[in-house]
Each structure stands twice: as C-alpha cells, then as structure tokens.
C-alpha cells in the first residue's frame, strides 16, 4: 500500500520560512517524480513544485520561484519543500504527490497523493 505523509506544517508569521516533508512508503520512491500543490480556501488545488525521480530537474511557476525549494532525498524515500519568505497568500493545505511516468503542472500523471499539511501565515 502506498502511503505518502507530509508534515512540517504549521502557523508562521509572514517573513518566515518552513520546510514541508513527505515520506513515502509502499513504492519505488527512486521511480517516482515528485510535486508539491497546494491548495487555498475557497481556491483550486494548484502546482507548486516538482522535481524528476533524480532531484536534477526542477520546475517552478514564476509565482514562486526564488522562493520555494525542492528537494529529495532517496535514501530517506523523502521530499521537501522549503517555504522562505512566507506571505499570508501562501496560506493553503499543501500536498506531496508521486508520478511514476512524467512530471507536469497538472494534476493528472500524479497516481498518489499525500493527505495535506496545513500552513497558515499570519500578517
């Protein structure tokens, strides 16, 4: 049974930074590309981040770059995001996701997903 589980969420004042977790069990983790979405109230869920099964090839929206960061680790079956310079707007439930075939910005190739970790960010 796949399981991917994020935490590291939490309530943050704008200006600081959090580093999300996913740690993935029941799969190939070295197989699988990984991404970030989040979502906000009232909102669509939307991509973040994601990263190829090797970590070597990112992909950012404008929106966030210089901001967010992925990274994995392999051997740990685990990703991370690091949030720097949070802003209320970034407030949202943000979830991990796998793809054993192709990374993209949308939510179709992604075959699990995470349960969501919520950030909240005060102003």
């Known amino acids: 049974q796949v399981q991917l589980v994020e935490s590291g969420g939490g309530l943050v004042h704008t200006g600081d930074s959090l580093r999300l977790s996913c740690a993935a069990s029941?799969?190939?983790?070295?197989?699988?590309?990984m991404a970030w979405f989040r979502q906000a109230p009232g909102k669509e869920r939307e991509f973040v981040v994601a990263?190829?099964?090797?970590?070597?090839?990112?992909y950012y929206p404008d929106s966030v770059k210089g901001r967010f960061t992925i990274s994995r680790d392999n051997a740990k079956n685990t990703v991370y995001l690091q949030i720097d310079s949070l802003r209320p707007e970034d407030t949202a439930v943000y979830y991990c996701?796998?793809?054993?075939?192709?990374?993209?910005?949308?939510?179709?190739?992604?075959?699990?997903w995470g349960q969501g970790t919520q950030v909240t960010v005060s102003s």
């Open positions: 996701a796998a793809s054993s075939t192709l990374i993209a910005t949308d939510e179709g190739p992604y075959e699990y």
């Open positions: 990263d190829n099964w090797s970590g070597t090839r990112t």
């Open positions: 029941g799969l190939i983790f070295s197989n699988y590309g």
